[in-house]
């Protein structure tokens, strides 16, 4: 998972750089894009995520186009596809983590994120299949999943994760004694604690941005 997430990012950035080279100056590109030279200097060097709002404007005044930046394509319907994984992420007791693997492209329009996740850096998206029944009715089985996986820190909210090597999607509640983890199936399943010390057992995935179904 891993290499995959960093061979990904390292296509994209190189064709982010190529953008950043058809504008005359970087403090030029900087500024149509609204942040400062160091800022943009952390987006090429993939220290920091760029947000699908300020590659927009770059991209509208380069002549290369969002599609092409995260896809390498030119295509006019303006789709950008989010790459769908083998792992299912479990809304029950828990789903083993093998060998994860890339399925399919799941299509999004331009649209989609400009209004629903403006700030959201693409390059960091995932989706999954959840399975089971314990975070209905917010997730169904077999619904996908969008995961943002530059928030991989433990915070609270709604999350993809890993205890030992079992994958499951939760919300996740911070406490001063450890972590609280939530099913909205209230009625079949019970809310377990972490406790402190055994925090280092959960590796974060990342957070759920989206939810969704294939008809």
Request: charged share 25%; aromatic share 8%.
């Amino acid at each position: 998972m891993d290499k995959l997430n960093k061979n990904i990012e390292n296509v994209f950035l190189s064709r982010l750089k190529t953008v950043v080279d058809e504008f005359e100056t970087k403090k030029l590109a900087a500024q149509t894009a609204g942040i400062t030279t160091m800022q943009l200097d952390r987006w090429l060097s993939g220290a920091s995520n760029p947000p699908f709002k300020g590659l927009g404007a770059l991209c509208e005044r380069s002549d290369k186009t969002l599609d092409w930046l995260f896809s390498g394509k030119n295509i006019s319907t303006q789709i950008i596809d989010i790459p769908r994984h083998s792992l299912k992420l479990s809304a029950g007791g828990g789903s083993p983590v093998d060998r994860v693997k890339f399925v399919d492209n799941i299509p999004f329009t331009c649209e989609f994120f400009q209004k629903k996740l403006p700030y959201t850096s693409i390059t960091n998206l995932m989706i999954f299949d959840a399975a089971g029944d314990s975070m209905l009715p917010t997730i169904n089985d077999g619904d996908l999943v969008m995961i943002d996986s530059s928030k991989n820190e433990i915070g609270d909210g709604l999350y993809a994760f890993t205890i030992d090597n079992m994958a499951h999607i939760k919300r996740l509640q911070q406490t001063i004694d450890g972590i609280i983890i939530k099913s909205d199936n209230h009625e079949l399943y019970d809310n377990y604690e972490l406790k402190f010390e055994d925090q280092n057992k959960i590796r974060i995935i990342g957070k759920v941005v989206w939810k969704g179904s294939l008809l």
